[in-house]
């Protein structure tokens, strides 16, 4: 074969030089506390928020949407956005925008090699995952303590644990914070983490746009958190108005931290989408990307396109609240529907921006752990592209029972029922993949197997609820809520495990301990399936959603499910545990390349240095050549050598000289 | 390669079938393997299912809504159960036929084979379109000659049933109950929701305040409260018992307790009791918009205040009722 791709002449910068970054004139970073990082964040975000409050007041003073209350959605409002502000400004993320701004002259940053680094606003996009792991991990175990609160809640249908209002507090809490993490559980750690790598590159297309969006997730976090503060509000995460109207200062929480994760979102999206289709290395067509490349890549079609639907459905909820609009509320001209429709117009895909990242991730531990090429790699693409493409055209079959026109239910049936098409391709491709393998059940093939498992109880399910017949027996019960737990959960999470296993050893150079990932997954496996199991029975025997009460035959099977959730949530702690231990207390250095895989970001040595590659590889073939007799180089890795599958079951192997272009 | 067969002979039969995977040329058919399985699986789970669970399946059969989506749910789950089975029985079989510890592994072979068999492909995009295909036909057969299949059909519904005499009961929810009201019984209102056996019945459904969602379990009626609107679903009672109603939309503090009861008794019962429930002579009706009645009321019925009835879909230019006519519907206050 021939190499047909010309050599890049030399990068952007030379190496081991750190990128230009932004420097303020009259702010230099520098070692040490009196730099900014966390803690001026945090300072910044109390002072905006305490401004933003008090110019609130002076700007609407008085002014109550709910009558006696006593709460200023205006003050409230104004505190968040500029509390936001205020730890944007103090991370430092605004720095070189406001120099540009005002004319002054940027200069390189201090480079900070301290572990302090991760406390800043960093460019590097190793750097980026790896805050990224912390904060969605932050996430998810606020999110899932949240839970344990409410599966104590329905242990008994009659005693009550809290009262009403803060039980649907927790509920809506659990909800947001879970979708809001869920969201980005992969595109932020491993997407910013691997995608520069895989392609061959550097850094992404926007490194400042990376850093950005990682700080305003966390910002978003908090903004969210604050919702508990205000005491929560009662919509659970759809936020359906009219109720949407009625609540009190929390809503704002809910309205405000969905506009700012939706701008988190939607540059993270786009930073990763100009990354994959600009800054590839020389060689690698759209053939040759990995196949969670591909995944990354759709999701980020559907991050920047679908996430402007809520940022503005957030911004007409904080009008209706603040300036007495009527966006949403019937008796004054407005709409109901209007909140339903455009909500879910993101929302569905939404969780197609869950799903389609897990299928990535398992696609990429697949071949190493069965040592075989995917199968039917172009048709794993495609289904990824078809499922990102359709699901656009599917939200209102959260709609069917709500009085939309029901000339419309047919149409939304079909659609719903067309997007299993591109979905079943990933079973194809799975199932094809592990055909006569050799598999090893390592911990990352382990969660990629569950995914298969789950995600086909998840995915088939909801083809019952794409049913409309059989969605008028199934909506708003607990059917629905198993649904989306087994495909987000049993899917997206189980594969976010996986790549932490499997990749973790390169992020961090340490390995993580064998067996207690065996028992982390097993533990979690098992007591998933029986927590989420039994909720079908209940929502089929006619439990609704977010009750706190409920019909007492149903207490067995509620306490069931409620166990095996505390079983569920202990089985994380083990993962805790194991993180700690493997890389703070005990660590062992880990492999370059521990699993063998052909992947372009295993040759790189452990720890990546800054600039990824000494010299940006030229891509000869997909990374995929596993068992392969004679099989084509997959890179030309430079003085490192020709990066070459040698035959089956043996370890992929670097040549010593590097190979002539052979035909 | 080969294998050691006096090895193998001191071991079960597990062994020797992978012994004879082993070796060259006698590579087992898999593939038939799990499709024989799968076969006997399917062959004996499906009909045990349609015949002993089938008839029990939720929502029950008290109404003829409740027992078309009974039948939808089993057809739905029998057409299911071979997929599960299908994707089950390969994951078990190659983790255990193809897993690395097991003696004598061969190696996996790679190459071209390995990465793309267009006759799979293509079998598989063609039998999963198909399946889909009839899922939907299926789906959107079964709600359009059912009158909707019990669910809220917004304002102007397309699917009505084609019974001469419908009984209309509207459903007010609010925060946090659901009260009913009878417009051809002088439009009383109860916390009670009886209804009559052997009826079609028209719910109504609105909200006084927030989104609610009306859900009533045995009759299978499922229909958000929209404030300011009318959400029409239809269902025929066949069988008499006692219903559930729960809210099944969040609608604030006190959802989760946001429920009553009722009961389907017979015609002469529910006449008897209607016509037994006064009218507080203290309620104050809102202003009432009447509609020209588009079918015959039910016998022992007065018709005094009429919920107009959206027409049913006709070749000719389409009368309907525009959703203004519906949107007041008459309500008595301080009750």
Redesign the interface.
């Known amino acids: 074969m021939t190499v047909t791709a010309e050599r890049e002449t030399e990068v952007v910068y030379p190496h081991p030089t750190p990128p230009v970054l932004g420097g303020f004139q009259g702010l230099p970073q520098r070692p040490g506390w009196l730099s900014q990082h966390l803690g001026t964040a945090a300072i910044g975000a109390v002072l905006g928020y305490l401004l933003g409050h008090w110019l609130g007041n002076v700007v609407a003073s008085g002014y109550t949407n709910i009558a006696d209350s006593g709460v200023n959605a205006v003050a409230i409002t104004g505190g968040l956005l500029l509390g936001v502000f205020g730890w944007l400004l103090g991370i430092g993320a605004l720095n070189y925008p406001l120099a540009k701004m005002v004319g002054l002259e940027t200069r390189p940053d201090y480079e900070s090699t301290s572990w302090t680094r991760y406390l800043r606003y960093t460019v590097d996009h190793k750097v980026v995952g790896l805050q990224y792991v912390i904060g969605v991990l932050a996430f998810l175990f606020t999110g899932g303590l949240l839970a344990m609160g409410i599966r104590t809640e329905l242990l008994s249908p009659s005693s009550h644990l809290f009262g ?2 803060t ?2 507090a927790i509920v809506s809490e659990h909800g947001t914070i879970m979708m809001m993490m869920a969201t980005s559980v992969i595109v932020g750690p491993l997407g910013n983490w691997l995608v520069p790598l895989m392609i061959g590159a550097r850094r992404t297309a926007f490194p400042r746009v990376e850093a950005f969006s990682f700080w305003i997730f966390t910002a978003g976090y908090l903004v969210i958190l604050s919702a508990l503060f205000y005491g929560g509000f ?3 995460w ?1 936020g ?4 949407q109207t ?1 609540a009190g200062g929390g809503m704002m929480s809910y309205l405000v931290g969905f506009a700012v994760i939706g701008i988190g979102m939607m540059a993270a999206g786009f930073n990763l989408a100009v990354t994959i289709i600009n800054y590839r290395a020389p060689g690698m067509t759209w053939s040759r990307i990995p196949i969670f490349v591909w995944s990354i890549l759709a999701t980020c079609a559907l991050l920047t396109l679908a996430t402007p639907t809520l940022v503005a459905a957030g911004f007409f909820g904080i009008l209706d609240h603040t300036a007495q609009t009527a966006f949403f509320v ?2 004054h001209g407005g709409s ?2 209007l909140w339903e429709n455009l909500f879910w117009f993101f929302g569905h895909p939404e969780v197609y921006i869950m799903a389609l990242p897990g299928f990535g991730i398992v696609f990429e531990i697949l071949p190493v752990f ?10 794993a693409a495609a289904g990824m592209v078809g499922v990102a493409l359709l699901s656009f055209f599917v939200w209102q079959h959260h709609l ?8 419309m ?2 149409l939304f ?2 659609t719903t ?2 997007i ?2 591109p979905t ?2 990933i ?2 491709v799975g ?2 993949t ?8 390592e911990v990352p093939m382990l969660f990629a ?1 569950a995914l ?2 789950n995600f ?2 998840g995915g ?1 399910t909801g ?2 609820l ?8 199934v ?3 607990f059917f629905v809520l198993a649904h989306f737990h087994y495909t987000i959960m049993g899917g997206l999470i189980f594969a976010f495990f996986g790549g932490l296993y499997y990749w973790l050893p390169k992020m961090t150079g340490k390995t993580m301990n064998k067996k207690l990932g065996q028992i982390h997954f097993w533990i979690m496996f098992i007591f998933f399936n029986l927590t989420f199991f039994p909720m079908f029975l209940i929502g ?3 439990q ?8 007492q035959n149903l207490q067995a099977l509620n306490d069931f499910s409620s166990v095996s959730a505390f079983i569920l949530g202990a089985s994380f702690l083990v993962f805790v545990a194991n993180f700690v231990w493997s890389i703070f207390i005990k660590p062992t250095p880990a492999p370059a390349n521990p699993w063998d895989s052909l992947g372009l970001e295993w040759q790189t040595p452990t720890p990546v240095p800054y600039y990824n590659f000494e010299r940006i590889p030229v891509v000869l073939s997909d990374p ?6 004679n ?1 084509p180089a997959v890179a030309d890795l430079g003085e490192e050598g020709v990066l070459v599958a040698a035959g ?2 043996s370890p992929a192997s670097v040549a010593e000289e590097p190979r002539p272009a052979a035909e | 390669m080969t294998i050691d067969n006096a090895e193998s002979e001191g071991q079960g039969v597990a062994a020797e079938a992978e012994a004879v995977i082993a070796q060259p040329g006698k590579e087992p058919r ?1 593939i038939w393997r799990m499709v024989a399985i799968w076969l006997v699986l399917s062959a004996v789970l499906d009909p045990l299912f349609y015949i002993l669970v089938g008839p029990h ?3 029950g059969t008290m109404t003829s ?1 409740a027992k ?2 009974q039948f ?2 089993n057809i ?2 029998v057409a ?1 159960l071979p ?2 089975l299908a ?2 029985v ?2 078990a079989y ?2 255990v036929m ?4 097991r003696k004598g ?7 071209a084979q ?4 267009l006759g ?2 293509v079998g ?2 063609v039998t ?2 198909v399946i ?2 009839g ?2 036909a ?3 057969v ?3 000659t ?1 009158a ?12 009505t049933p084609t019974s001469a005499t419908i009984l209309p009961v509207q459903v007010i929810a609010q925060q946090w109950k659901f009260t009913y009201r009878y417009p051809t019984f002088g439009g009383f209102e109860t916390q009670d929701l009886v209804l009559p056996n052997n009826t079609t019945i028209a719910f109504h459904v609105t909200s006084l ?3 609610h ?1 009306f ?1 009533a ?1 045995q009759l ?5 409260a ?4 009318d ?1 029409v679903a239809y269902a025929t009672t066949r069988q008499t018992g006692s219903v ?1 109603v ?12 946001m ?1 009553n009861y009722g009961k389907v008794v017979s015609k002469a019962a529910f006449v008897a009791w209607a016509k037994s429930t006064p009218t507080p002579s203290s309620c104050r009706p809102l202003p009432t918009r009447t509609c020209p009645t588009q079918t015959a009321p039910m016998a022992g019925t007065t018709p005094t205040t009429w919920i107009p009835i959206a027409t049913q879909r006709s070749t000719g230019p389409s009368r309907r009722h525009r959703d203004t006519d519906h949107l007041w519907i008459p309500v008595h206050q301080s009750c």
């Open positions: 009403p209002g039980y649907i009662p919509t659970g759809t359906y108005a009219p109720l009625q019937t008796e109901s529907f069965t040592r075989k090429p995917l199968f039917a790699y172009k048709v069917f029972q709500s009085g939309i026109n029901p000339d239910r047919p049936m079909l029922e067309l299993s098409i079943g391709f079973y194809l199932l094809g592990l055909y006569k393998a050799k598999i090893k059940f197997l298969f498992f086909l109880i088939i083809v019952f794409s049913d409309v017949p059989v969605n008028v027996t909506h708003g019960s089929l025997l006619g609704p959603r977010r009750v706190f009460e409920y019909a995929y050549h596993y068992s392969e007799e099989a089956a079951s | 898999h399946v939720p929502p809504a078309d989506n939808d749910f739905l789950l299911a997929v599960f994707v089950w390969y994951l190659s983790a193809w897993r690395a510890s592994a061969p190696e996996p072979v790679g190459g390995a990465r793309t068999h799979l492909q598989w995009i999963t379109t889909v295909l899922l939907f299926f789906g959107t079964e709600v359009i059912k909707g299949s019990g669910g809220g059909e917004g304002p102007n519904p397309i699917w305040d927030v989104i969602g859900w379990y299978s009626i499922k229909a958000d929209n404030p300011q609107q959400d559930t729960r809210c099944e939309e969040l609608c604030g503090l006190w959802h989760g307790a429920f």
